[in-house]
């Protein structure tokens, strides 16, 4: 079983532990792209409802990005830096193309990153050489390409659809 990252656990599972009651229904704003994380879930919780809206929608995340954009509110600093996530900057689940885009764009957080690694040791290393198994720490990271999302979010039809959900139609406009 893979083991949350410790901001997981604190800021979502105890906290959702702390204030479910019986009878909650969880809803999960995991999109279609996720639905391994659905049924994970589901799978290490059987005895919780829960529903993902988003998926029953058929939206990805470039839908629900773009959807987002078309309705006038700005998307977070990370995702129009082109990161796959809106993290935290340095989130521990990045991987090395996520980091050399944060050694890029965030030089001072990458060293904060670096200076704690340091003084947590070998056992705090994150990545792995492929051919060596050995761990190495962001200090050693290689060059290579930064890993960025360059894609524009998009509508497919399923965003189309969903909009259609919830925006006005013309008809109602007139009569409001």
Known sequence: MVHPAPCTKLLKRRLLDNWKQPGDVV??????????RLDDFRD????????APLIDAGLGKQDCKAMIQRAGIELPLMYRMGYDNANCIGC???????????????PKQFEELCR?????GPGSYLHRDRKTNIRFSLRALPPSKPRRNE???????FCEMA???????????MSG
Not at 151 to 157: E, G, M
Request: negative net charge; aromatic residues 12%; contains cysteine.
């Open 27 to 36: 809803v999960f704003g995991y999109t279609a792209e996720e639905v391994d």
């Open 44 to 51: 290490r919780n059987p005895d919780r409802p829960v529903i």
């Open 92 to 106: 521990m689940k990045g991987g090395e193309g996520y980091f050399r885009a944060i050694r890029e764009d965030f």
């Open 116 to 120: 704690v690694q340091d003084e947590l």
């Open 151 to 157: 894609a524009l979010p998009a509508c497919s039809f």
């Open 163 to 173: 909009e259609a959900d919830y925006q006005p139609s013309a008809a109602e406009i």
